[in-house]
């Protein structure tokens, strides 16, 4: 059973004031100095800080040791899911930073020194840094997002709010896409992961439509059976869609959208393979434009009855 009194005596006699205030000012008391219980004292706390510190070297290299294993576990997940590369090196270099830090404190708290202070530095520390980045914090969640979740990748047609082009570069922080006119655009990537976006190259299939117009009084059985047969000559139309690879594709037809005042509209639609959509929407129009009017189909103009009384 452990002496209390004895040990306070021991803690008063290690106390480096006390051993200064009673450090012996003569032969007489320096016989009578506890020199036994000092060193016994002295030999204890050697012994118990060395045991403190195998454990905590032990558990370092195991710790590194576990910290390798799952950083490979995570490489290898990344690899198979194709996460982009600066995505990934950014994950695994968080996690083994991360990881190591938890490591080294509690390393530390194994040999004595008290963490929790160096804790709350550290967290007081990391709040007021993520306060006067917010905004680029916010880009870089985004740029994570955006590379897990691949809403669209380089390559792809898109359009966010007013700008439209083509994905050239995913950043952490940003998105930059080429438009039509070749004008760069450099999109940050916080309003990209949270806004609306237009991606026009995610599927196979698309559908181009056109809107004719024809002059009433008009045969639209047989502008129905003109621009059906302008369809049929394209090779690049999908005549008989796969429903496997797209459940709403159907075969072209003719309908009457709308009868306006001076004109009957003919909407027009046919699904095309989505690299030939701005090629077959162009050509066919044209097409339709020449053909009709050879058919004996007129396009109609405003028209203004005038009745004049006397």
Same mark, same amino acid.
């Given at each position: 059973?452990? @002496? ?12 480096? /004031? ?48 576990? *910290?390798?294993?799952?950083?490979? *576990? ?7 899911? $194709? ?18 830090? #938890?490591? +080294? ?9 008290? !963490? ?19 905004? !680029? ?18 390559? /792809? ?5 007013? $700008? ?33 976006? $237009? ?27 003109? *621009?059906?047969? #302008?369809?049929? @000559?394209? %090779?690049?139309? *999908? ?10 594709? !159907? ?11 001076? /004109? ?7 699904? +095309? ?5 701005? /090629? ?14 050879? %058919? ?10 005038? $009745? #004049?009384?006397?």
């Amino acid at each position: 059973m452990v @002496d209390s009194a004895k040990v306070a005596k021991m803690q008063a006699i290690l106390n480096p /004031d006390s051993l200064i205030q009673k450090a012996p000012t003569n032969i007489s008391e320096l016989e009578a100095f506890p020199w036994a219980e000092i060193l016994q004292g002295l030999v204890s706390k050697v012994v118990t800080f060395c045991f403190h510190l195998v454990i905590a070297v032990l558990v370092f290299y195991a710790g590194k040791f576990v *910290i390798g294993k799952l950083h490979a *576990i995570l490489k290898v997940f990344l690899q198979r899911r $194709n996460i982009e590369p600066s995505l990934a090196t950014f994950l695994l270099s968080l996690l083994k930073i991360t990881l190591m830090f #938890i490591l +080294v404190v509690s390393v530390i708290g194994i040999i004595g020194i008290e !963490t929790s202070s160096f804790i709350a530095l550290f967290a007081s520390a990391g709040v007021a840094v993520g306060m006067a980045l917010s905004g !680029t914090l916010q880009n870089f969640a985004g740029g994570v997002l955006i590379l897990l979740l691949k809403p669209f990748k380089v390559g /792809d047609y898109i359009v966010f709010g007013s $700008n439209m082009g083509v994905v050239r570069e995913i950043q952490i922080f940003h998105t930059i896409i080429t438009t039509n006119s070749n004008e760069r655009i450099v999109i940050p990537n916080g309003g990209l992961s949270t806004g609306v976006i $237009n991606n026009f190259s995610s599927e196979k299939y698309r559908r181009v439509e056109w809107k004719v117009s024809i002059a009433y009084g008009s045969d639209i059985d047989k502008a129905r059976k003109v *621009i059906l047969g #302008i369809l049929a @000559d394209d %090779e690049r139309i *999908i005549h008989e869609p796969d429903a496997n690879i797209c459940p709403v594709a !159907t075969a072209p037809f003719v309908a009457v959208s709308e009868l306006g005042g001076s /004109d009957v509209v003919l909407v027009v639609r046919a699904w +095309v393979d989505n690299s030939v959509y701005w /090629d077959v929407k162009f050509a066919i129009g044209e097409e339709i434009y020449k053909r009709l009017p050879k %058919e004996g189909l007129e396009f109609p103009f405003p028209q203004l009855d005038v $009745n #004049i009384k006397k």
